[in-house]
């Protein structure tokens, strides 16, 4: 689920199904991440954070998994629902450069019923 | 418990006019931020707001955009002679005031140059 510039990478699942979103994140100085979600016409909705002294942490229907050593990141969404269509971005805070996010590029998560 | 808010939602201007966008930010929050999104892509930041004080505005560009946040009211991102280039949404996030915080975004601007 890195980006890819003008085409969003789509991940299509099934409903009911297990989702997991990637996200690779560029410094390992990032000490905050965050994952959001953003519909069509919409601005971002936060769904879950972790910091960097956490590798996991767990949400209503969501985790999020934090492997620090090779910087990746990852959203699972447990049964998933056509509501949970729309994008997803991760973003991290890095550590001293202030409180400004750097975006991932986005997944695009479609439901089939 | 009103969000962050953001007005106009929808901006129309021509080539050359200034565009005014205007955030409010949740109760509470004295942290503002500017994100700029083309269609498909990431959010981009552009600078970084407290009441009175620009704290980082590395994001954006060198000219025609400048970013305030008055004592009182909203914080103001204002675009002098637009291009089509500006075409963009723009979206609005605010956190409390203590450390690094989560930053809530209001529903965002699109701003079309005709």
């Known amino acids: 689920g890195e980006s890819v510039g003008l085409h969003l990478p789509t991940l299509s699942v099934q409903e009911g199904d297990n989702s997991i979103i990637n996200c690779a994140y560029s410094?390992?100085?990032?000490?905050?991440f965050i994952w959001y979600k953003q519909e069509s016409g919409k601005g971002p909705q936060f769904i879950i954070d972790i910091r960097s002294n956490m590798d996991k942490r767990q949400g209503q229907r969501v985790t999020v998994l934090l492997n620090k050593t090779v910087k990746h990141l990852s959203l699972q969404i447990a049964a998933t629902q056509p509501g949970d269509s729309a994008v997803y971005f991760c973003a991290e805070n890095i550590g001293d450069a202030g409180n400004m996010l750097t975006f991932g590029g986005g997944t695009r998560l479609m439901v089939k019923p | 418990n009103a969000g962050v808010m953001q007005n106009p939602r929808h901006l129309v201007r021509r080539r050359g006019q200034e565009a005014r966008l205007r955030c409010s930010p949740m109760?509470?929050?004295?942290?503002v931020y500017w994100y700029r999104q083309l269609p498909e892509e990431g959010l981009k930041f552009m600078v970084y707001?407290?009441?009175?004080?620009?704290?980082?505005e590395s994001g954006m560009p060198k000219e025609r955009f400048s970013a305030e946040f008055p004592k009182e009211g909203p914080s103001i991102l204002r675009i002098q002679q637009v291009v089509r280039g500006d075409s963009a949404a723009y979206f609005c996030a605010s956190s409390p005031p203590a450390g690094k915080e989560t930053q809530y975004f209001g529903p965002g601007t699109r701003l079309l140059v005709l």
């Open positions: 109760k509470g929050h004295s942290h």
């Open positions: 410094n390992s100085a990032s000490d905050y």
């Open positions: 707001l407290q009441k009175e004080n620009i704290i980082d």
